[in-house]
């Protein structure tokens, strides 16, 4: 007794032929997927440039955080000033981890701007306390 044997077809939804042209499928079940709807691109919102990627970049974000936390300059997103005492502690103990860690490995500008900016925001802590 012969069995049947149980084939398959396959199906080719590559949208270019054997010579590199563009098929034609007028079969509905054959296409893979619609275009989606053209939409106007987005307009994005006027942000300044970013700063170049270096170790005094770095200094003043994490300066701009301790400043943030410390209620001394308005949250970007909310525009409020709001103290958030153990975080603008943590920020600075980063800062001043940075600055033993890098000891020896920093240019005398960017030694002198670790400085200024831990003795700041120290000075600053103190005060909010």
């Known amino acids: 007794m012969a069995e049947e044997e149980k084939g398959f ?50 200094i003043l ?13 308005p949250d970007p997103g909310t525009g409020e000033k709001r103290k958030d005492l153990p975080l603008a502690k943590h920020v600075i103990d980063t800062i001043g981890m940075l600055k033993e860690k890098t000891e020896g490995n920093l240019t005398r500008e960017e030694k002198q701007l670790i400085e200024n900016v831990l003795t700041e925001l120290r000075l600053r802590y103190v005060k909010a306390r």
Do not use: C, Y
């Open 9 to 58: 077809v396959i199906k080719d939804r590559r949208s270019f032929d054997e010579q590199g042209e563009l098929k034609k499928d007028d079969s509905p079940e054959e296409r893979v997927r619609e275009e989606p709807a053209k939409r106007p691109p987005k307009k994005e919102s006027a942000s300044p440039p970013l700063p170049e990627v270096n170790f005094s970049s770095l």
């Open 61 to 73: 974000s994490l300066s701009s955080t301790a400043f943030l936390h410390l209620g001394e300059i």
